[in-house]
């Protein structure tokens, strides 16, 4: 089955600093990317998400890159603000099949 | 437009006690998906529906696990019996089928069992 790892585990930056985690996904018929941003005692929340027909997607501060021959993805996040601050997740999945998920940065954005 | 609803927000129990746990899908979602969330294991699939049918209930780790969906607006979780191992955060999110993976979680139920 599809596996999913994602580093780094923890990343602390300044606010206004770009912050980048990245993603390796095992199954090469893995086609959609999604990350997901919770908060401390919230559920996770889609925040942006990319298929396997494009190499780059942005929506506003934040940006999704996939290199499907590497078999990796990335999240950025320029220009970071405390609010930044929450543990995001990682996903892949194909088809018809389930999401598999990351295990998590926690990002720390400090003022 | 209201999202995924779930109850309670914590539940604390006792060992050997029955626990269940809610869910009010988005309206007009037809998969739901049950996960739970520990430090050691991560987001793991418990078990989804499309539509109020189970499909894929091979990530629920034993028996006393069980999960229905009677209505396209609710779905029950229940343990039975509780171990202190269950003690996790449960998740339920739902999605529509043509866009599925595009999955919206609820808040989860914290659970605790002594």
């Known amino acids: 089955g599809e596996n999913v790892e994602q580093h780094p585990s923890t990343l602390s930056v300044q606010e206004g600093d770009s912050a980048v985690i990245k993603c390796t996904y095992s199954?090469?018929?893995?086609?959609?990317f999604p990350w997901y941003k919770q908060e401390l005692g919230k559920g996770p929340q889609l925040i942006i998400d990319?298929?396997?027909?494009?190499g780059e997607k942005k929506d506003q501060r934040i940006a999704v890159t996939l290199n499907k021959t590497a078999k990796h993805f990335s999240l950025h996040i320029t220009e970071t603000q405390p609010e930044d601050s929450a543990v995001y997740f990682c996903?892949?999945?194909?088809?018809?099949?389930?999401?598999?998920f990351g295990k998590g940065t926690m990002l720390l954005v400090s003022p | 437009d209201a999202g995924v609803i779930q109850s309670p927000r914590h539940e604390v129990t006792e060992m050997g006690q029955e626990v269940t746990l809610r869910c009010k899908p988005i309206s007009g979602h037809d998969y739901l998906f049950w996960y739970r969330q520990t430090m050691m294991r991560g987001l793991e699939l418990l078990i989804y529906f499309n539509n109020n049918v189970p499909i894929d209930d091979s990530g629920m780790p034993e028996d006393r696990f069980s999960a229905k969906m009677p209505n396209a607006s609710f779905s029950t979780l229940k343990i039975q019996p509780s171990e202190p191992r269950d003690s996790a955060v449960y998740f339920c999110?739902?999605?529509?089928?043509?866009?599925?993976?595009?999955?919206?979680f609820g808040p989860g139920t914290r659970l605790t069992v002594l």
């Open positions: 990319i298929r396997s027909n494009v």
């Open positions: 996903a892949a999945s194909r088809g018809y099949s389930t999401l598999t």
């Open positions: 999110a739902s999605s529509l089928s043509r866009r599925w993976d595009t999955q919206y």
């Open positions: 199954d090469s018929a893995s086609n959609y």
